[in-house]
């Protein structure tokens, strides 16, 4: 069931059946060097981990499938986690490498951020990036996100970035 759908992509949920696709992803040492996270240990892993995941049932969103419209194809994932211990949202995105500087993380996070504000109305969205992680820090900044500092994530430094309900009411679309 496709949840939201741009210019180019269509997001939908992630099932057991995009095991392969997440192990792919995540085995790329590029993809997950800013991450923090391993990679899996198998598709059967990933797929254990997809069949667990209740981020849809429990909150009604989640991190959704990227898929290329035209194509039909896998890009990555982008979507919205709300953290308990932090009582916070956060918007994430992961793209397969070939994927990289073509403005899809962008165009699906911005669709993200107005379900979330629009739909779910949540008062504030951030965003997390290692410093290093210059890629995903420029997609934080075109979605017209704040910088509000750094923090450690994984015993390297991040870069913390914010947008309230008020701030994407009033701000121009990125182009």
């Known amino acids: 069931m496709k949840i939201i759908t741009t210019t180019r992509l269509y997001l939908r949920e992630k099932t057991a059946d995009d095991a392969e696709n997440a192990y792919l992803l995540n085995l790329d040492p590029d993809v997950i060097k800013y991450t923090g996270d391993p990679p899996f240990e198998s598709i059967e892993a990933a797929r254990i981990f997809l069949q667990n995941y209740n981020h849809y049932t429990k909150y009604g969103f989640g991190r959704w499938a990227v898929i290329d419209k035209a194509t039909d194809e896998y890009l990555g994932w ?98």
């Not at 779910?120 to 890629?135: D, Q």
């Not at 017209?144 to 923090?151: L, R």
Request: proline letters at 1%.
């Open 78 to 175: 982008c979507g919205l986690k709300f953290s308990a211990d932090l009582n916070e949202y956060d918007i994430g995105f992961r793209f397969f490498k070939r994927h990289w500087n073509k403005g899809y993380a962008t165009e699906a996070a911005q669709a993200c951020l107005k379900l979330g504000f629009e739909n779910f109305k949540m008062e504030k969205i951030v965003g997390r990036a290692m410093k290093l992680n210059s890629g995903s820090i420029r997609v934080l900044q075109k979605l017209g996100m704040t910088y509000i500092g750094t923090f450690d994530f994984d015993k390297h430094k991040g870069e913390l970035y914010s947008l309230t309900l008020n701030d994407y009411l009033t701000q121009t679309p990125v182009q």
